[in-house]
């Protein structure tokens, strides 16, 4: 079974900083782009940030400059660095990778179980 976990949620001042990370386990073959969306209250999922598995990333307009999402390959794991927290960024966030499987080497896109991010004083 091949799945995303992740870790690092929690409420934070506005200001603060948090850093995600989520790994992937199982029979895996390979993992193509990673990435980041958030859900807040009564709002679409959204795409928060990506990397590929080159390295190259992209961002929403909202989060340059003060996200940095970064990989470690030999891990499966991927990190979201959040740095000068907004109430805004308050949401769940849920991780995303498109993952070769070892058997069978079929290609699935997992998803997180989500980790709640609260920004508030």
């Known amino acids: 079974q091949v799945q995303l976990v992740e870790s690092g949620g929690g409420l934070v001042q506005p200001g603060g900083s948090l850093r995600l990370s989520c790994a992937a386990s199982?029979?895996?073959?390979?993992?193509?782009?990673m990435g980041w969306y958030r859900q807040a209250p009564g709002k679409q999922r959204e795409l928060v940030a990506a990397?590929?598995?080159?390295?190259?990333?992209d961002y929403t307009d909202s989060v340059k400059g003060r996200f940095t999402i970064s990989r470690d390959n030999a891990k499966n794991t991927v990190f979201l660095q959040m740095n000068s927290l907004k109430s805004e960024d308050t949401a769940v966030y849920y991780c995303?990778?498109?993952?070769?499987?070892?058997?069978?080497?079929?290609?699935?896109?997992?998803w997180g179980q989500g980790t709640l991010v609260t920004v508030s004083s």
């Open positions: 995303n990778a498109a993952v070769m499987t070892a058997m069978g080497y079929r290609w699935l896109e997992l």
């Open positions: 199982g029979s895996i073959f390979s993992i193509n782009t």
């Open positions: 990397i590929t598995s080159g390295g190259s990333t």
